[in-house]
């Protein structure tokens, strides 16, 4: 295994485990101290808690399609997976930290799934959909994976120019 990757590897492990407890964490206080539908202001005007369950995908789209948006999240992190031990001695370090965020969301989001039958969602802005922890890391894992492969193309690309 390259240095790069024996370095990076727990931070990708690390990044996916954070997501997973912190999102089922959450989930179970809300879901133990709130009754659905039920909001309380946490910063007024700004955000809010909000006990919502949601049977599709991030954000509530797809909803009424859990089978199909529980496996087509299972084949994302079973292929999020390969990619990773497929490309971990290629990938930069932010890709580590972004792919384990993506991976922690999306089995956060798949154990409720399998255990609630529905995911829980509680962060509640107002003016978007209410979502919960594990939509935060597939989404700020994705924008992270995003950054570190276009740096690395622009990289690449540097080191091409005469």
């Known amino acids: 295994m390259s240095t790069r990757a024996s370095r990076s ?7 996916a485990a954070s997501a997973i407890i912190l999102d089922q964490i959450l989930k179970a206080v809300v879901a133990g101290l709130m009754s659905p539908g039920q909001t309380v202001t946490v910063v007024p005007h700004v955000l809010w ?22 496996l087509a999240s299972l084949i994302i992190v079973v292929l999020a997976l390969a990619w990773f031990f497929w490309w971990k001695e290629r990938m930069v370090a932010w890709s580590f930290l972004g792919l384990g965020l993506i991976i922690g969301g999306a089995v956060g989001n798949l154990a409720d799934r399998m255990f609630r039958g529905t995911v829980v969602d509680f962060i509640d802005l ?4 209410i ?3 594990a939509d935060v890391a597939i989404v700020v894992g994705a924008i992270i994976v995003l950054v570190g492969y276009c740096q690395e193309l622009w990289r690449e ?3 091409q120019k005469p």
């Open 9 to 15: 590897t727990p931070i990708f492990a690390l990044a």
């Open 157 to 159: 690309g540097d080191q």
């Open 126 to 129: 107002g003016w978007w959909p």
């Open 49 to 70: 808690l909000t006990y919502s369950t949601n049977t599709g995908a991030a954000f509530g789209l797809f909803r009424g399609s859990g089978q199909v948006v529980f």
């Open 131 to 133: 979502f919960n922890i």
